[in-house]
Each structure stands twice: as C-alpha cells, then as structure tokens.
T-cell receptor
Framework: GQNIDQPTEMTATEGAIVQINCTYQTSGFNGLFWYQQHAGEAPTFLSYNVLDGLEEKGRFSSFLSRSKGYSYLLLKELQMKDSASYLC??????????WGAGTKLIIKP | GAVVSQHPSWVICKSGTSVKIECRSL??????MFWYRQFPKQSLMLMAT?????????EQGVEKDKFLINHASLTLSTLTVTSAHPEDSSFYICSAASRGEAQPQHFGDGTRLSIL
C-alpha cells in the first residue's frame, strides 16, 4: 500500500528552528509537495521537490532524499503565525497525489 | 498568480436540500480539479478528480450519485451535494492544477456545509 508518515504534533519556540520530517512509501515517485494549513482554512502551497537536495524559499526550506524515501520541511526564525498544520504529499507513478495526515505545529512565545 | 475561487464559503440548510458549490481558477487554466472533504481535526480526504470535458473519477466509498461533479470548462468545476443530510456536514475544499508534473494543486478557500 501507499503510505506517508509524519509526526502528529510538534511544539517549538518563537524565533527557533524546527524540522518536520516526512517518510513515504509509494508506487513510484513524481515529486513531493509541502502545504501549510491554518485551522479552518484551506491548504496553501509551500514547496515542491523532485530532485534530491535542498530547496530554499525564505524562512522555509525543503529537503528530499529519494533513495531514503524521506523529506523534511525546515522552518527558521519561527513566528507565531507559523502555528498551523503542515502537510506532506507525494505524487505517485500515476501522478495521483497521496497526502500525509499532517503535522500540527504549535509555536510558543 | 494561481488563484482559485470557491463559493459559497458557508452554507446552512435543511436536510433534503441539494447544495451546489462552485470552484473557479481565476488566472490559469485548470486541466484537473479535485474535490476534498475534511472533517474537524482530520486529514484531507480526496473525493474525486475531474478533468475538463470528461467524467469525474470518484474515490472508493464516495457515492457518485450523491456528489455530482461537473467540469465543463478549463476554469470551472461544480460539486452538487444532492439531498444532503446531517452526516454530509463537513468542510469541502476544491483545488485546481494546470498541466505538468511539477504543477502544485492550488486550493480554494473551502465551503463549510452545515445540514440541519
């Protein structure tokens, strides 16, 4: 079966750095996406990785290792508004997007 | 860019009513649109995928006669919840993607449906 694993919940301090991990087992791989979803709102696109390595976008970076079936989202200089759920999603060989259950990130002052 | 508009944002209606939700891609052509449902504190559940001009593909367990999807143009898809009942109350979210493997899905703001 297809599976995406992420921690259910993480807590971090304002101004700090946090890394949210995602491991996947899918039938094929055609890219990995990270989305942010605030409570009661729809998800918003953060990043896309299809090749191994690190993609940096301001305070957010996303890393991919295809051989390990592993990705992480790195958030730097955390702000209170970063409190949200972070969803990892993988496109499989049929280009279907398989969603993780999301990681709820709680930022404390 | 990549704006998806979803209407209405909130619906409250009586049991047995049919509700139509619209999803529009405002500044790009959406070759594929997706409909999701999300219950409180749960993950996104894909209901169906629709390509412009063809019939939607429904996920297992989703009743196609209850959730009617139309994707008549490259910028508009509609979901009609027919004869809605309280158990259909949920947060319905559409997303749209243009052609290309690297193209992300862009989400509408969602529709909160409450059936009394």
């Amino acid at each position: 079966g297809q599976n995406i694993d992420q921690p259910t919940e993480m807590t971090a301090t304002e101004g700090a750095i946090v890394q949210i991990n995602c491991t996947y087992q899918t039938s094929g791989f055609n890219g990995l996406f990270w989305y942010q979803q605030h409570a009661g709102e729809a998800p918003t696109f953060l990043s896309y990785n299809v090749l191994d390595g690190l993609e940096e976008k301001g305070r957010f970076s996303s890393f991919l290792s295809r051989s390990k079936g592993y990705s992480y989202l790195l958030l730097k200089e955390l702000q209170m508004k970063d409190s949200a759920s972070y969803l990892c999603a993988v496109k499989d060989s049929n280009y279907q997007l398989i969603w993780g259950a999301g990681t709820k990130l709680i930022i404390k002052p | 860019g990549a704006v998806v508009s979803q209407h209405p944002s909130w619906v409250i209606c009586k049991s047995g009513t049919s509700v139509k939700i619209e999803c529009r891609s405002l500044d790009f052509q959406a070759t594929t649109m997706f409909w999701y449902r999300q219950f409180p504190k749960q993950s996104l559940m894909l209901m169906a995928t629709s390509n412009e001009g063809s019939k939607a593909t429904y996920e297992q367990g989703v009743e196609k006669d209850k959730f009617l999807i139309n994707h008549a143009s490259l910028t508009l898809s509609t979901l009609t919840v027919t004869s809605a009942h309280p158990e259909d109350s949920s947060f319905y979210i559409c997303s749209a993607a243009s052609r290309g493997e690297a193209q992300p899905q862009h989400f509408g703001d969602g529709t909160r449906l409450s059936i009394l």
